[in-house]
């Protein structure tokens, strides 16, 4: 299985739950984080977004950490999707 080291440092550092902060600071501290690294973020979205094998679930809440506790694959990739994908991929769909 594939790994995500950028969006799992990113769902751990910034959008853990155990941090305290809002979605919206978390979102904002993210673009700024991946405006230095644009191209890298976009390869992992693409390919993270694209991979039937992952699962969304244990990539927002596991052992290191919990973004939210999401009860399917659905409303966790949904969940993903809206703080992940939409802020840097904003005109383009996920496979």
Do not use: C
Request: hydrophobic share 35%; net charge negative; proline share 2%.
């Amino acid at each position: 299985m594939k790994t995500y080291d950028y969006l799992t440092h990113v769902l751990r550092v910034l959008f853990n739950a155990d941090h305290g902060l809002s979605e919206r600071q978390a979102i904002s501290l993210y673009l700024e984080e991946a405006s230095q690294n644009r191209e890298k973020i976009e390869q992992e979205l693409l390919q993270a977004f694209a991979d039937g094998q992952l699962s969304w679930m244990k990539m927002l809440r596991n052992e290191s950490y919990e973004v939210l506790d999401a009860d399917s694959e659905e409303e966790a990739r949904s969940y993903a999707k809206r703080i992940l994908w939409d802020p840097i991929m904003k005109d383009r769909k996920p496979d």
